[in-house]
């Protein structure tokens, strides 16, 4: 179901990470299960402070609406949505002041298709989870989603349920999550459209005005930013 990643100092547009932790469900530097909060909180224990979680993580099922079951929805739920509000939640305490956290949603958010419900439901769960955190972090944190169209590597699973869709290259989506992980701001041109979507509470803005922007990314939509 993906992996993440957690990034040790120097970071934070300061360089390059001195060290990234490549985590996993079953293999990587260390290994989490993203459904199950003792699984996380061991997880950040063991590795201590560090700066910039990026997350590409999380299961969705895809079925038609009048037969999803309960646990076909509990599977997205529970992992891609849950699991990265729980990781966020988690990461908040070993984030170095000004650190990061980058979540992924999908383009389904935007763009429904058959057999997509539970997708486009958690996408869209996601973007406003990170709509609202923003408000909240302590300490200049910040917090972004990369909202990508589907993966080029995926096709060969997916083209079926994707018609008119164009893909992307995973490596330019990860380039995308670094970006907004260092920079945490909004993303224009060539950078919306290769991946980046970020909320941040501007600083001139009160908090009540805190919900920041989104920015569109892949081939699916048209690009560019969205007040």
Not at 130 to 154: D, F, H, Q, Y
Request: charged share 20%; proline share 5%; hydrophobic share 40%.
């Amino acid at each position: 179901a993906g992996t993440f990643e957690v990034m040790g100092t120097p970071y934070c547009g300061k360089g390059e990470p001195s060290q990234v932790i490549r985590v996993g469900h079953r293999r990587g530097d260390a290994t989490v299960d993203m459904t199950d909060g003792a699984s996380i909180a061991a997880l950040f224990a063991g590795i201590g402070r560090f700066d910039a979680l990026v997350v590409a993580s999380g299961s969705v099922a895809f079925n038609a609406l009048t037969e999803m079951t309960d646990e076909q929805w509990q599977l997205g739920l529970q992992s891609k949505l849950m699991g990265q509000i729980n990781l966020t939640r988690a990461a908040i305490p070993y984030l170095n002041d000004n650190g990061s956290i980058t979540l992924i949603s999908g383009i389904l958010s935007e763009e429904p298709i058959n057999w997509g419900v539970s997708a486009t439901t958690i996408n869209g769960a996601i973007e406003h989870f990170v709509k609202g955190a923003a408000c909240e972090l302590p300490r200049g944190l910040r917090i972004n989603v990369v909202s990508p169209t589907v993966l080029e590597e995926s096709m060969s699973k997916y083209a079926d349920f994707f018609p008119g869709f164009v893909p992307v290259p995973a490596a330019r989506v990860a380039q995308a999550a670094a970006g907004g992980a260092e920079r945490g701001r909004r993303q224009r041109g060539e950078a919306a459209a290769s991946g980046a979507a970020g909320w941040r509470r501007p600083a001139a803005e009160p908090a009540r005005h805190c919900g920041g922007w989104r920015c569109a990314c892949g081939s699916g939509l048209a690009g560019g930013c969205e007040g």
